[in-house]
């Protein structure tokens, strides 16, 4: 039995499925959090989150990593730890650093922080002379304003330390340029009570599908468990609306966008300790970097991928967190490919109704998951936006997006916001 120390983590469907994968491992966890609240808040009514299941709950400030180093060091002293692992993006940098001080396995601290800034992973990736789309980084106005003028528009507006499609932006003009700056401007903190870069990130609009491939590394080498496909919508936002496991791909696109991913992660030095899931989009002009997550992937994609090959990506995560070799053996399962929808609310309003009993019960649905009546809503603007998903297996073939498109068009009929 190995004990990791859990520092943190997403509210959603990874802090339910990192605990299972530890407990179903025959490990433990020590969670570590500077607000148990946060946690308790996002449990259903009379239930335990997951992670307050832990065998230690221990509450310090995990946004001043300095001084948490030196705790985390006294806690290892006692309890001993053989992994430290977190599931979100804003603290991934921080478990690398209590690695590398604890001599635990684990990525370098600079390639996490270099794969958690867009900026850093913009200048490293352009530095391996990987292709990618034209960008500039600038906190002043003046600057920011001509670099865009440089570039041309239509481009891209991104915080360089945000999550979640938050505030990024297509923008066609300077009039929306300046909104969206200013946007950004009015959030000096993240939902963490991190303090953010007053930076800002343009980039070259890229034309073309989005996929990401999903790999995990171990001692050196990266494998690769498949791509994933991905619908986007809500613009001028970028809102993840579903995706398929596998990508409904040609031979040829599937192997550039999977070598597109290991040179990427080859260039930050993450091929050691990591569960990653890497953005690509395939266009005319080949495949190019939209992002690198140095974790598995958030929005169930990560059980997409369990129902079709039988490969757990969250015990994968705890194995190389520990520093074993993954278990990367697939099964046949039965699913040829999966998919899962997501609900976007396009108005503000208490949500009345939304009935999804029938289809529960409807032939190849996996989950559905639903907010209850009374929900307070607005416009989707983020991935944090969602009104619930649908997830639907096929077993004939790469059916499963058409048939969760089906199920959302029924869902939406039935929709009631007041």
Not at 155 to 160: A, E, G, S, T
Request: glycine residues 10%.
């Amino acid at each position: 039995m190995a004990h990791l120390l859990v520092v943190e983590s997403w509210v959603g469907s990874m802090s339910r499925l990192l605990p299972r994968a530890i407990r179903e491992s025959g490990h433990e966890f020590t969670f570590l959090t500077r607000d148990l609240h946060h946690y308790l808040r996002s449990a259903p009514e009379g239930a335990a989150h997951p992670l307050l299941a832990a065998r230690h709950v221990i509450t310090a400030d995990t946004n001043d990593t300095a001084a948490l180093l030196p705790l985390v060091e006294r806690l290892h002293a006692v309890l001993g730890f053989d992994g430290v692992v977190t599931s979100c993006d804003y603290y991934l940098p921080t478990v690398a650093r209590i690695a590398g001080h604890l001599g635990l396995p684990g990525p370098s601290p600079e390639a996490v922080e270099n794969a958690c800034r867009k900026d850093a992973t913009r200048r490293v990736l352009a530095d391996a002379g990987l292709p990618g789309p034209r960008f500039a980084v600038h906190e002043e106005w003046a600057d920011i304003a001509g670099a865009a003028r440089e570039i041309g528009y239509p481009l891209v507006v991104k915080p360089i330390d945000l999550c979640a499609g938050m505030y990024v932006r297509r923008v066609d003009d300077e009039t929306q340029l300046a909104a969206a700056v200013r946007a950004l401007a009015d959030l000096p903190v993240n939902a963490r009570g991190q303090r953010r870069a007053p930076v800002v990130l343009l980039e070259e609009m890229l034309d073309g599908p989005e996929v990401s491939v999903e790999t995990v590394s171990h001692a050196g080498a990266v494998h690769v468990v498949g791509v994933t496909d991905k619908s986007i919508g809500g613009a001028p936002a970028f809102i993840e609306t579903g995706h398929m496991f596998p990508a409904a791909l040609t031979a040829a696109d599937t192997e550039a966008a999977e070598r597109t991913a290991l040179a990427a992660l080859q260039a930050l030095g993450l091929t050691d300790g990591v569960v990653a899931h890497t953005e690509i989009k395939l266009t005319p002009g080949g495949p190019r970097v939209v992002e690198i997550n140095p974790r598995p992937a958030g929005n169930r994609i990560t059980e997409l991928v369990r129902h079709v090959t039988g490969i757990d990506l969250a015990a994968a995560f705890v194995d190389v967190s520990l520093g074993r070799a993954p278990d990367l053996r697939r099964t046949d399962t039965g699913l040829r490919s999966a998919a899962i929808g997501f609900l976007l609310p396009h108005t503000a309003g208490t949500l009345v109704s939304l009935d999804g009993g029938p289809l529960r019960d409807a032939p190849g649905v996996l989950e559905v998951q639903l907010a209850e009546p009374g929900k307070q809503v607005k416009a989707a603007d983020s991935n944090n936006a969602y009104l619930g998903h649908v997830m639907v297996g096929d077993p004939e073939g790469s059916g499963a997006r058409d048939r969760v498109e089906a199920l959302l068009a029924e869902l939406r009929s039935g929709l009631v916001l007041r």
